[in-house]
């Protein structure tokens, strides 16, 4: 049996409760509960693609153009791990 929930809260719970193992993403991990355990997966989890949707060309606003520059460069630290050099 399977089940799927955005309510990371209500995942946990059912992790708690014995019925299942459930994968989080680490976003998500705003709270732990005391009675689960959170372990990484290694050596590497699974990779998310992450997009970024915009107004068509003819409508972009210089606001979306520089904020898809900062994703880009944000992006690249995370691919290098290098996320000081984002701060």
């Given at each position: 049996?399977?089940f799927?929930?955005?309510d990371?809260?209500t995942v946990?719970g059912?992790?708690?409760?014995?019925?299942g193992?459930?994968?989080?993403?680490?976003l998500?991990l705003?709270?732990?509960?005391?009675?689960?355990r959170v372990r990484?997966?290694?050596p590497?989890g699974p990779v998310?693609r992450?997009?970024a949707?915009?107004?068509?060309?003819d409508?972009?606003?210089p606001?979306a153009?520089?904020?898809?520059?900062?994703?880009?460069?944000?992006?690249?630290a995370?691919?290098?791990?290098d996320?000081a050099?984002?701060?």
């Amino acid at each position: 049996m399977s089940f799927e929930s955005d309510d990371y809260a209500t995942v946990q719970g059912l992790v708690a409760a014995g019925v299942g193992v459930a994968l989080i993403p680490q976003l998500a991990l705003t709270g732990v509960r005391d009675d689960i355990r959170v372990r990484a997966l290694y050596p590497q989890g699974p990779v998310r693609r992450i997009v970024a949707a915009t107004a068509g060309a003819d409508r972009a606003l210089p606001a979306a153009t520089l904020m898809l520059e900062v994703l880009d460069e944000v992006a690249r630290a995370y691919r290098t791990r290098d996320l000081a050099s984002v701060a």
